[in-house]
């Protein structure tokens, strides 16, 4: 299953209940030089469907994303 996502993906976060996953992308993804943050709703069967994408803002040099 391919998913979208607005550039590579550098880490990714659960969140504690298990609904929801956010993906970190790198690398120039919002054709700025910025980062993006994708966010899935995670299904009962663990199917993905994307939600939202962040505004640009978050600097290139982003590591490591944290949910709670």
């Known amino acids: 299953c391919t998913l979208p996502t607005a550039g590579p993906g550098a880490d990714t976060a659960l969140s504690g209940d298990s609904r929801y996953l956010y993906v970190l992308d790198v690398l120039g993804a919002n054709g700025h030089g910025g980062a993006l943050i994708d966010s899935y709703s995670v299904g009962p069967e663990g199917g993905l469907v ?15 994303l ?3």
Do not use: M, Y
């Not at 962040?54 to 600097?59: A, E, F, V």
């Open 50 to 64: 994307h939600l939202a994408t962040s505004d640009p803002g978050i600097p290139d040099g982003a590591s490591g």
């Open 66 to 68: 944290a949910s709670n």
